[in-house]
C-alpha cells in the first residue's frame, strides 16, 4: 500500500497552530492548509526573520485575513495541531476574550432580524505587552488587572492601510526566503488619534489585520499562490 503524503494528509484534517508563552498563556489558531504549510516552509529556514537575537518576530497568517506577530523571547514552543476533519472553514478563535457582540438589528416591528442580528465585532489591531497584570486593588473590590488602563492586552479599530509602522515584511526573490524587519517602535495612531509609540521588545504578541501591513500581491506570493 502507497505510503499517504503529507499533501494527501493535510487534506484529510483540520490543522491549528498552538504557541505557549513564557507566562503561562497559550494561544490557539485555527488555520488553513496553505496558511500552515507557508508557516511551517519559514519556520525551517534559518534566515526568514531579520532584527537579531535579541528581537525579532515569528508571524504567520491567519484565515480570517489577519496577522500574527510573536516576540520569539515569549515562546516556549509552537506545534502543529491536527484533529479529525470537521468539513467546515477555520474560524477565529479569541485568545484575548476582547472580541464584542454589536447592537442586534430589529425588523421595522420592533423583532429580531432574520440572522440573529448581533455579529462579533474583532478589534483591528490587538496587543498583548510583557507588563504582568497588576492584582492590586485600585478602590473596595476593584482590582487594576479589571481596569483596561493597566491590563496588558489593547485594542484598537480606527486604522486604515498604512496607520501601523514599525515592521515590514521583505521577499528576497534570489534567496526565495522572507524576512521581517522590526525597528525600535510600533507606531500608530490610536482610537482617540494620539499618537502611539510602543517599544517592539515590550511586545508579547501583536494581531492585526493583513491589509494594515502586506499588501495583496505579497501575500499571494507568501502562500505561493502565484
Not at 506545534?79 to 477565529?92: L, W
Not at 491590563?151 to 479599530?157: F, Q
Not at 490610536?190 to 491589509?211: H, K, T
Amino acid at each position: 500500500m502507497p505510503e499517504m503524503t503529507q499533501a494527501e494528509f493535510d487534506q484529510l484534517v483540520d490543522h491549528s497552530i498552538r504557541i505557549e508563552l513564557m507566562d503561562g498563556f497559550t494561544l490557539i489558531y485555527p488555520i488553513s492548509v496553505e496558511s500552515k504549510t507557508a508557516f511551517y516552509r519559514n519556520l525551517n529556514n534559518d534566515d526568514y526573520i531579520d532584527g537579531g537575537e535579541d528581537l525579532s518576530f515569528t508571524w504567520f497568517y491567519l484565515p480570517s485575513d489577519r496577522l500574527v506577530l510573536v516576540n520569539n523571547n515569549d515562546i516556549i514552543k509552537i506545534i502543529f495541531c491536527t484533529d479529525k476533519r470537521s468539513g467546515e472553514a477555520p474560524t477565529y478563535h479569541d485568545n484575548f476574550g476582547i472580541m464584542e457582540r454589536s447592537e442586534p438589528d430589529y425588523d421595522i416591528d420592533g423583532s429580531d432580524s432574520e440572522d440573529g442580528g448581533a455579529a462579533l465585532i474583532l478589534p483591528q489591531l490587538i496587543i498583548l505587552d510583557r507588563r504582568p497584570m497588576e492584582d492590586s486593588e485600585l478602590v473596595k473590590a476593584i482590582a487594576m488587572k479589571t481596569d483596561g488602563c493597566f491590563g496588558n492586552i489593547s485594542s484598537y479599530s480606527s486604522l486604515d492601510a498604512g496607520d501601523v509602522e514599525g515592521v515590514e515584511f521583505e521577499y528576497d526573490t534570489v534567496e526565495d526566503f522572507w524576512s521581517l524587519e522590526v525597528y525600535k517602535y510600533l507606531q500608530f495612531n490610536d482610537d482617540d488619534g494620539e499618537a502611539n509609540f510602543m517599544p517592539l521588545r515590550n511586545l508579547s504578541v501583536i494581531e492585526l489585520e493583513r491589509p494594515l501591513l502586506m499588501s495583496d500581491e505579497d501575500l499571494d506570493m507568501y502562500l505561493e499562490r502565484k
